[in-house]
């Protein structure tokens, strides 16, 4: 009985070997749950649809004597209006955005304001970022993320208050990457809310707008919530604007 029960064992372990060899010739599927199929998916890349009349935040085209740049605005909720940063729209000739159409759309300018250094443009969408409430929206050690049209970046509140010369309120950040150099809105790591706007940036502005600190200013809340509450004019052309703005104060030191 020892020797057939040896002989047995010996029988089912080469059927077993055997077995698994003709199962390994099968030609393989991909289990769709499996680990394969998983790695697949991480190293695939993510293509998102250009909805960019859609977005929150748009690139306008700024157009000048000299050429033209890409300019990130900030769509606010419930106002009809989009904000930029002001020198980054002067001088210019035309400003304009490409719809979810593709067509060219050509904002009017209703305001500026060279102290809060924000201009306001005529928006057809109702959506957009909510401005917050919070009078201290921004303070050292802040997390923020910079909302572009093409990607997020994350940085922090690196000063306390400061006060320009022309009694501007800023405060210096950093950011986690390189190429942030036309400004843009700025938001609530959790809530998402419109908690400040980066208006200026080391090498965009004259001389005399350079400011102490690592290179980018940014407002708070309460100075966008302030510059809204400024009186608005009939929406006017970038050509226009920029012959207004020239012979304030702001715009003849610019010059």
């Known amino acids: 009985m020892r020797a057939t029960s040896f002989f047995a064992a010996i029988i089912l372990f080469v059927s077993g070997v055997g077995t698994g060899w003709m199962l390994a010739q099968l030609p393989r599927t991909d289990d769709p749950e499996g680990v394969t199929a998983s790695a697949s998916t991480e190293l695939d890349p993510v293509v998102v649809e250009d909805a960019a009349d859609d977005a929150n935040t748009v690139w306008l085209t700024v157009e000048y004597d000299g050429g033209s740049t890409l300019v990130p605005a900030a769509r606010l909720n419930g106002t009809g209006l989009m904000i930029a940063a002001l020198y980054s729209l002067y001088p210019a000739n035309s400003v304009h955005y490409l719809n979810a159409d593709g067509n060219q759309v050509f904002p009017g300018i209703a305001a500026f304001d060279h102290v809060h250094n924000l201009v306001a443009l ?124 020239a012979q304030t104060a702001g715009g003849l030191r610019y010059s």
């Open 122 to 245: 005529v928006d057809d969408h109702a959506s957009g970022f909510p401005v917050s409430g919070d009078d201290g929206s921004l303070y050292i050690g802040k997390d923020i993320v910079l909302d572009l049209p093409d990607r997020a970046v994350v940085g922090q509140v690196e000063s306390a208050l400061l006060t320009a010369p022309n009694g501007r309120h800023y405060f210096d950040v950093t950011f986690a990457s390189t190429g942030v150099n036309r400004g843009g809105p700025l938001l609530d790591a959790v809530s998402g809310e419109l908690i400040g706007f980066v208006t200026t940036v080391r090498g965009s502005l004259p001389e005399w707008m350079h400011l102490a600190g690592n290179g980018y200013s940014a407002i708070d809340a309460s100075s966008i919530r302030s510059f809204l509450r400024t009186p608005f004019n009939r929406p006017q052309s970038a050509r226009d604007f920029s012959a207004r703005f």
